[in-house]
């Protein structure tokens, strides 16, 4: 068996296992989904959203990138956070970075990853010139390491209340809250650091008075 023709056996597997105990459970789950939270996270595979979280099919909507990043000429991104804030309406965002992460370390080096890898690492090549004098301070590298994931996820919560899609909910109806989290794949743990909500205060430069 390869391992394609592996996770369609184990994909049948469990639909049956999961009709067996509730023989409703994709009936009921195919007529709407009503999630109170998006979840902008890293791609590593590692990290599931859902699975870190214990929550169910329908309760989160789901972003991931390298890294974690919210970027305001990503597409995806931004048709993610429009649906998930004017559609869906959630009351949540959150931005899950995790300790560890592959592409945080990546940015912290020299290496010529070639053009497109360059080119999304650059943004968090800024978040660490931002902080420099900061983590410029921290000798252990894996330590320096985590602070900068932490930093990063603050500064892409920054970069949401940025967006006019937050700013107009924020001013029509007091929601979402941003939240910051980092995940530590070493115990399983999320640590918040990071939150915003309406009553933020926003850099005056990227504030839209006309909204
Ligand atoms: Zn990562």
Redesign the pocket.
Known sequence: MTPIEKLLKDNRGWADELKSEDPEYFQRLAKLQTPDFLWIG???SR?PADRITGTQPGEIFVHRN???LVIHTDVNLLSVLDFAVNHLKVGHVIVC??Y?????KAAMTNHDYKYVLNMWLRNIKDVYRLYSKELDAISDEENRADRLTELNVKEQVMHLAKTSIIQRAWKEERRPQLHGWVYGLKDGLIKPVFNMDSHSAIDPIYQYDDL
């Not at 560890?100 to 945080?104: F, M, N, S, V």
Request: hydrophobic letters at 30%.
């Open positions: 890293c791609s590593d990290v390298i890294a974690n970075g995790h560890g992460c592959g592409g945080i």
